[in-house]
């Protein structure tokens, strides 16, 4: 039965050459000669591309038949049926009653495998819908969507969101498909709001260490220079109370003094200097934590009161 099917299709194909010539170009001609020859060779899928060519080429009706016979045999049930009906449709009157009986058969059979479904969305005219992510027709759709029975996902996207829907398909159904947009999720719904960045907290100037080191620095190297200052002071006294010193050394010694004296009164002045610059960032500082602050003098020092 199944030898007889096929030489009745293959029949059928072949009366369509004069088909193809009478309404398209020599490419179509040859383009559908191909398709025969393919489609002889058990090559379907390629049959079908070469009859799909044919069609666009001629724009011939009839070639919708050649074309669902290869969907078909090629297991394409959705596409297959879409191509028998719109036979039908552009055909109309023109199809011959048996041929319009084989078709109806052919469908029948097919709509074991495939079911029509309504589709019905808010989202806007010409949003493409697509099914198991394959693009199927942009909504709203002209007639009722052809999708293979099974588990199907129903999914559309505008203005950056998505909705999407499986639904569970029996053969025979005709269910209802409902995508609202008011599910949709996206940058709009779906995406975390981004994070805004901490600005970094203001905590004020900071204790002013470098210059209490500085004066701290000064003020030791002041004393050892004072220290020296005095030993050298002292060896010139004793060197001049010493007989048989020479004048010389007198002389070397009162000059070592004079330098450590000189020396120790700069780094002296030097430590002044740098503890006011220390007091003042302090002050500041201090101010700026909200503590009050006082300089204290006494007869042996200087020094900061605070209070808080």
């Known amino acids: 039965m199944r030898l007889l099917a096929k030489v009745a299709i293959v029949a059928a194909l072949l009366l369509a050459p004069q088909i193809a010539s009478a309404q398209g170009t020599d490419e179509a ?16 899928e390629g049959a079908l591309v070469e009859f799909n060519a044919a069609y666009k080429l001629s724009g011939n009706y009839k070639l919708l038949y050649n074309i669902g016979i290869c969907q078909q045999l090629g297991k394409d049930y959705v596409a297959a049926t879409e191509s028998f009906r719109k036979y039908l449709r552009e055909g109309g009157s023109d199809v011959s009653p048996e041929k319009k009986a084989d078709v109806e058969g052919r469908l029948q059979t097919l709509s074991l495998s495939v079911a029509r479904v309504r589709v019905s969305t808010d989202a806007p005219a010409g949003t493409t819908l697509n099914v198991d992510d ?4 942009q909504v709203p759709l002209p007639d009722l969507a052809t999708v293979k ?3 199907r996902t129903f999914s559309l996207s505008a ?14 159904d005709n269910p209802a498909v409902t995508l609202s947009m008011a599910d949709a999720v996206g940058p709009a719904t779906g995406a975390p709001p981004a994070e805004r960045p901490i ?7 900071s204790f002013p260490v470098v210059p209490w080191a500085i004066t701290v620095l000064l003020g030791g190297a002041a004393t050892v220079t004072g220290v020296l200052a005095v030993g050298k002071a002292n060896d010139f006294q004793t ?3 010493t007989y048989g010193v020479s004048q010389s050394t007198l002389d070397d010694d009162r000059s070592k003094a004079r330098t450590m004296a000189l020396v120790t009164d700069i780094l002296l002045g030097c430590t002044i200097v740098s503890a006011g610059v220390s007091t003042f960032f302090t002050i500041k500082w201090a101010g700026a934590k909200g ?8 007869p042996s020092s200087v020094g900061l009161a605070r209070s808080f």
């Open 29 to 44: 001609v040859q383009r559908f000669e191909r398709g025969v020859s393919l489609f002889e060779a058990q090559n379907y």
């Open 134 to 137: 394959a693009p199927i027709g």
């Open 149 to 151: 029975i099974g588990k």
């Open 159 to 172: 203005g950056g969101r998505t909705v999407t829907k499986t639904v569970e398909i029996a053969s025979g």
């Open 199 to 205: 600005a970094p907290v203001d905590s004020g100037p």
């Open 239 to 241: 060197d001049k109370s």
């Open 291 to 298: 503590e009050k602050t006082a300089i204290v003098v006494t």
